[in-house]
């Protein structure tokens, strides 16, 4: 696991490359899920968290190579400005986490939609 400070415009849709090894080998993770949860507190329970995205990895070349995308659309990133604790796990036959640290919410500079 490592911890990485991530910072994201409110409302603005996002997309993560991740890329999963074990033992530094490449595994398939087709049909593994990944978890992104962002929350105002650790003791926030996961039904209330600002995002809970969950991606079933899909069965193609990229997850043959321990690759996935995970999306965040601008519906997910519409939330309170401020710094939440997030982190990303998967799940397979086991659980791990991935990544965590503070996702920080900056407002958005431009209102207009048209």
């Keep these: ?3 990485i400070p991530l910072e994201l415009i409110q409302g603005d849709s996002k997309c993560w490359k991740i890329q999963i090894r074990h033992n ?4 398939d993770i ?5 978890f992104f949860t962002a929350k105002t507190d650790y003791c926030v329970s ?3 968290a600002s995002i809970a995205v969950t991606l079933t ?8 190579n321990g690759i996935a995308y995970l999306h965040l659309t601008s519906e997910d990133t519409d939330i309170d400005v401020r710094t939440y604790v997030y982190d990303i796990k998967y799940q397979s036959t086991e659980r791990e986490t ?5 996702l920080n919410i900056i407002p958005t500079i431009t209102q207009r939609t048209s």
């Design 30 to 34: 087709s049909g593994w899920l990944i």
């Design 57 to 64: 990895v899909p069965d193609n070349a990229d997850s043959h």
């Design 46 to 48: 996961d039904e209330d």
């Design 98 to 102: 991935i990544a965590t640290g503070e």
């Design 1 to 3: 696991m490592i911890k």
């Design 24 to 27: 530094n080998v490449v595994v």
